[in-house]
């Protein structure tokens, strides 16, 4: 089963409407207990850093989470600021991430542009760019795009768990992957074939 977080932020209905159209069973969970039968855990998110650590911390999740994640292994799939969550820190705010990839969180002020103005937020569709072999991208290649909005963006300290990267300005990490922690920039839910298809591929690990 495939539980998504529900801890007040998050597209869980768009995220549950493409695994109803795939047939793939899919749960919410809002407290410690929706968890126990999770096989697959899915952490969306949006807005801020630190209200998004807030709004987790606040809703007793947590310490459930960091079980299953840390102890029993479950699959994990964490969806734009939910992907910059799973890190040790960010300069969005003061409070710490879950510290589950080592890796900070960086605003698109550190990617150098040659002489052009960059917008930010970083908004609309953008291209993936393999950097290695992995599951969660499985069928999508080169030309497969993705819908993205963000201002900030994963820096990982461990390049080995870059799978792909996006060019805006320069390239930053748009996939992540370290053991059963996957993590996306991206919003999966809201790219139509290229997102259902991760989504589809996420069900199958």
Known sequence: MITIIDYGLGNINAIRAVYKDLNIPVTV???PSDLDNSEKLILPGVGSFDFAMEKLNRSGLRDKLNKL???NGVHIL???VGMQMMTERSEEGQMDGLGWVKGDVLHFKHIKSDNKKMDVPHMGWNN???????LLLAGL????YFYFLHSYFCEVHDDTN?????KYGNDFTSTINDRNIYGVQFHPEKSHEFGIQLLKNFSEL
């Open 29 to 31: 969970a809002s407290n």
């Open 69 to 71: 994640v840390n102890e």
């Open 78 to 80: 964490g969806i734009c």
């Open 128 to 134: 993936i760019t393999p950097k290695r072999g992995n």
């Open 141 to 144: 290649g080169r030309n497969s």
């Open 162 to 166: 870059i799978v792909s990267t996006t």
